[in-house]
C-alpha cells in the first residue's frame, strides 16, 4: 500500500474475502470437473487444460487473500466442504451431469466473468488490488475457451441429443446466471461502492447488469449458434 492509496473500506475487505472463498470454491469444482473429464475419456488436451485452470484458480484464491489482508481482514474464509465441488443427479449419466455443469459454469460463468473482471480492473489503482485482478483478467480468458472447446467437444461426438440437451436446459441456466449477476453484485447487497472502494476493485451492482447484458449479445449467442444451438430463443423463454 502506498500513502495515496484509499483506506479500505469494510466493503471492500469483506468483498476481497468473498473473492477468496469463491476463488478457491472454483478450484474445488474444476478439480472435480477434471476427474469427470478423465471418467468420460475426454482428451488428454482438455483434461490439461482442466487441470490448469485448477491450478490458476487456487493462485487466484492466494491473490485475492493477499489483497484480503492488505484490506485489514484476519478472518479465515469460510470453506464450507460440502460446496467445494460438483453434484451428481441421482440417476443421470454422468455425460449428462458433465455437459450441463460445464456449460453453466464455463460457458455462461466464466464467459462472463472475463469482462467483469475487465471492469472491476478499469478502475482499480491499488497495487496488491491491481496485480490480482491483472492475473486473473488473463487466465479467465483462457477459462472461456476451455468452455466453448468443451461443447464443441460434446456436440461433435454426440450431435443433435446433445445440442437438444443443452438447448432444453438453456433458459433455466440463464435465469441462473441472471439472478446471480444480473441484480447484485454476487454477493450480499450493501452500499453501493464508493470511489474509493472502486479503486480495490470493486463495482457499482448496476454494472453488473449491464455487462451481463453485453455477453449475451457478444458472446452467449453467437459462440452458441456455431455449435448449432439457439440461444437467443433461450434467453425469450425466460
Ligand atoms: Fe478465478
Ligand atoms: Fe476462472
Do not use: K
Not at 468483498?15 to 474445488?28: D, H, K, N, P, Q
Not at 432444453?168 to 450493501?190: F, H, I, N, T
Not at 454494472?207 to 440461444?231: K, Q, S
Amino acid at each position: 500500500m502506498t500513502p495515496t492509496d484509499p483506506t479500505a473500506s469494510a466493503r471492500v475487505a469483506a468483498e476481497w474475502l468473498r473473492r477468496v472463498e469463491a476463488e478457491y470454491t472454483s478450484a474445488a469444482i474444476t478439480a472435480e470437473f477434471v476427474l469427470w473429464l478423465i471418467r468420460l475419456g475426454a482428451s488428454p488436451d482438455l483434461i490439461r487444460d482442466g487441470l490448469r485452470i485448477v491450478d490458476d484458480e487456487l493462485e487466484h484464491a492466494s491473490l485475492s487473500h493477499a489483497v484480503a489482508r492488505a484490506a485489514g481482514v484476519e478472518a479465515r474464509p469460510q470453506l464450507v466442504q460440502e460446496r467445494l465441488g460438483l453434484q451428481r443427479t441421482e440417476g443421470q449419466p454422468l455425460l449428462v451431469d458433465a455437459a450441463l455443469q460445464g456449460v453453466d459454469i464455463f460457458c455462461l460463468g466464466e464467459t462472463v466473468a472475463v469482462p467483469l473482471f475487465v471492469a472491476m480492473r478499469d478502475t482499480c489503482t491499488v497495487a496488491i488490488a491491481r496485480t490480482a485482478l491483472d492475473r486473473i483478467v488473463r487466465d479467465e480468458v483462457r477459462h472461456r475457451d476451455f468452455g466453448w472447446t468443451l461443447l464443441e467437444w460434446l456436440t461433435d461426438t454426440q450431435g443433435d441429443a446433445m445440442r437438444t440437451l443443452v438447448g432444453d436446459a438453456l433458459p433455466g441456466m440463464l435465469r441462473g446466471v441472471r439472478a446471480s449477476y444480473g441484480q447484485s453484485d454476487y454477493g450480499e447487497r450493501l452500499d453501493e461502492p464508493t470511489e474509493a472502494d472502486a479503486r480495490w476493485g470493486l463495482m457499482p451492482s448496476a454494472r453488473y447488469e449491464e455487462i451481463l447484458l453485453r455477453t449475451y449479445e457478444r458472446d452467449y449467442v453467437p459462440r452458441f449458434a456455431r455449435v448449432g444451438i439457439d440461444a437467443r430463443a433461450a434467453w425469450a423463454q425466460e
